[in-house]
């Protein structure tokens, strides 16, 4: 048996996670149970508030398999079984748990406010440093918010206690009045000139915080369409409501109406999120060669060939082909 608690550190389980993944509920205990190594073993996983831990089964005859708990244990066989075997521990852990690295009462609230408000998740993209993380905008993929945990001598402060601060976008021509050099700082390990740092000790009121994430995150999706957020989104929507029928556009043709053409990953994005089908018809919408979407939201790629072939448009190989329906306005 391996006791998980360790693989757990700084990490919270999602039940509800648990149960999409396939864990199987009984009397308060989450089990898991798939087999690997050609059938020839099975793994079985089980949490609960009490215990995390997991075992190898022989399914031959039913018995535990201990050797791949043994740290010394050796020999090809064994090393490819605990490969296996580990492997799946992993992407259990990965998809069914939550980092929990930031304990201050301002970081909790405000990984909550960012979920609730705009659905983004912290990205921890550093392996080596695992108490920094980012935010960034899906319409663009820009960053508008980092949390990490620093010494506060980084922030010139005469300390070597640690603390956790929160980095965001604000407005070049005005970063310097409100930067005190006691709770609001140049961005830490950030351009200077158009990011702040924020201690998350409550020297500044957890709403001014929220605004200033706000105002981040608007910057962040830049102005060169003079559109942000929700009135970008509506554009978007209002636009596809006006391609002819039998006619297909871009995503980058979108981008282009947008009056900023790196907005197409954005258009994707939007597009993703469209709250009615029938009504703004985003199965119109091809990639630069003319292809189906991948994963498109309302059904996938099948639905989606349906919809273009009832208005007279050939779809061949998930394709269209452009010059005989791109429209032109």
């Known amino acids: 048996m391996r006791n998980l608690k360790e693989s757990l550190k700084n990490r919270t389980i ?184 924020i201690k998350l000790d409550n020297s500044v009121d957890t709403k001014q915080i929220y605004k200033l994430i706000d105002n981040s995150y608007k910057i962040s999706i830049g102005n060169k369409c003079g559109l942000t957020g929700d009135n970008l989104s509506q554009k978007v929507y209002d636009y596809l409501t006006t391609i002819p029928k039998g006619k297909v556009v871009t995503y980058k043709q979108v981008a282009e109406y947008l009056g900023n053409k790196g907005l197409a990953r954005a258009v994707g994005n939007i597009l993703h999120k469209n709250p009615d089908g029938d009504k703004y018809p985003c199965y119109k919408v091809l990639n630069s060669k003319g292809e189906l979407a991948e994963s498109f939201v309302f059904g996938g790629k099948s639905i989606q060939r349906k919809r273009l072939e009832n208005e007279g448009i050939k779809v061949i190989n998930n394709m269209v082909d452009l010059k005989l329906y791109q429209w032109r306005e």
Not at 38 to 47: A, G, P
Not at 149 to 170: F, P
Request: hydrophobic content about 35%; some cysteine.
């Open 14 to 197: 999602d039940y509800e996670k648990l149960i999409k993944y396939g864990f199987i509920k009984d009397n308060n205990v989450y089990t898991y149970k798939t087999p690997i190594y050609h059938n020839q073993f099975k793994v079985n996983i089980f949490f609960s508030e009490e215990k995390q831990y997991s075992k190898l089964i022989d399914i031959e005859n039913n018995e535990e398999y201990a050797l791949v708990d043994i740290e010394d244990s050796a020999g090809e066989f064994i090393g490819k079984l605990k490969e296996e075997y580990e492997r799946i521990i992993e992407d259990v852990i990965t998809n069914c748990t939550n980092k929990e690295i930031f304990k201050s009462s301002q970081a909790i609230n405000i990984i909550n406010y960012i979920k609730k408000k705009y659905d983004d998740e912290l990205e921890f993209l550093w392996e080596k440093f695992d108490d920094n993380a980012i935010w960034r905008n899906k319409q663009n993929n820009k960053w508008y918010a980092l949390l990490l945990t620093v010494s506060k001598n980084k922030l010139g402060i005469e300390s070597g206690d640690i603390i956790e601060i929160i980095d965001l976008r604000y407005q070049k021509e005005k970063i310097e009045e409100i930067i005190d050099n006691k709770n609001i700082f140049p961005g830490y390990h950030m351009n200077k000139k158009s990011w702040i740092t």
